[in-house]
């Protein structure tokens, strides 16, 4: 299957168990690698034809950034949600890092895969 790729996404949002966690947005980074054919899109040269990156990138953030999950599991799931419901998004690898989380760490997170007919 092809790749498209969306590295680094920033959101501000509500995350965390804590209750320090939940009273101001902190920075979550995301990065999603969505699967599909794009051989069309290749062929024709016609944004139609392939996964458009800009409408899930804009969709994920606002998620990210409303939702006020408490796991970053339920966060990537949610997202690998919205990514798989985009069109032509048969799979997708969803990361979700909480930079700073743990001391003396760069990032802690989980990475989740998820197929269109898990969904």
Known sequence: ???????????????????????????????L??????????????IRESINYRTIAKKVLAHAESSQRF????????LAGLCLAEQG????KVRVEKPGAVRFSRSVGVE???EKAEA
């Open 89 to 92: 998004v048969q799979k997708v």
């Open 33 to 46: 690698v969505l699967y599909g054919d794009l051989r069309q899109a290749g062929t024709r040269d016609d």
């Open 1 to 31: 299957m092809d790749q498209v790729f969306i590295s680094d996404l920033v959101a501000r949002g509500i995350i965390g168990l804590n209750d320090w966690e939940r009273e101001k947005p902190q920075e979550i980074l995301i990065n």
């Open 71 to 78: 796991t970053v599991e339920a966060l990537a799931a949610d």
């Open 112 to 114: 989740i895969e998820r």
